[in-house]
């Protein structure tokens, strides 16, 4: 047996892991074909093949959102068509204490986090110091102040300039909307 590889000495342990690798692919190349755009999906919002799957389209989301930031895919958007999804750029999650969104969705693809916001990642996020004019010697503070968590996930350092802290952002895009260069000195990706 050479260290660090499989030991394959067991028929079935070599077809499990072909057949395992075989499946992820396949799933993966299901899942782009699907789903080829990727949104950023309401709170509480499941992993998008079984978000896709339980959605009814309702729009109930939609309706008792307080900052009207989510939107339903428009119908060229194949089978995601009809669902939720938050574009930061118009309008920022503001990150509602009580998640009025997932508490409204009556099939279970948007469901309460366990531990509420704690933890949970609607998106991802990226400082691009190259068009922050902090980096050029103009003060400003309107991604942190924008920021619901705080510092926990957005500072200003003692130069004045951002510090993103991926651990304690919620990937809410407050900070993608604040923000005063154009286009914005965050870039937000939707979160598998």
């Not at 750029?89 to 990150?95: E, F, I, P």
């Not at 998106?123 to 968590?149: H, I, K, M, Q």
């Not at 130069?159 to 809410?172: I, N, R």
């Not at 604040?178 to 979160?191: G, N």
């Amino acid at each position: 047996m050479i260290p660090g590889l499989p030991d394959f000495s067991d028929r079935r342990a070599l077809l499990r892991d072909s057949f395992g690798k075989w499946l992820e692919d396949l799933v993966e190349r299901a899942e782009r074909r699907v789903a080829p755009v990727r949104y950023i999906r309401p709170p509480g919002a499941r992993p998008e093949m079984e978000f896709l799957a339980a959605c009814t389209r309702c729009g109930e989301c939609v309706t008792v959102c307080p900052p009207f930031a989510i939107r339903k895919v428009p119908p060229e958007g194949g089978l995601q068509a009809g669902t939720p999804y938050i574009d930061p750029r118009l309008q920022a999650c503001t990150v509602c204490e009580t998640m009025p969104c997932a508490r409204a969705c009556p099939s279970g693809a948007l469901t309460l986090p366990p531990e509420g916001w704690a933890g949970y990642r609607l998106a991802a996020l990226e400082l691009v110091p190259e068009r922050c004019v902090t980096f050029a010697g103009t003060p400003c503070r309107a991604c942190a102040d924008s920021c619901p968590v705080g510092e926990r996930a957005l500072s200003i350092d003692e130069d004045g300039h951002p510090v993103l802290k991926a651990e304690g952002c919620v990937g809410c895009g407050l900070c993608v909307r604040a923000c005063i260069t154009s286009p914005s000195s965050f870039l937000i990706h939707a979160v598998e």
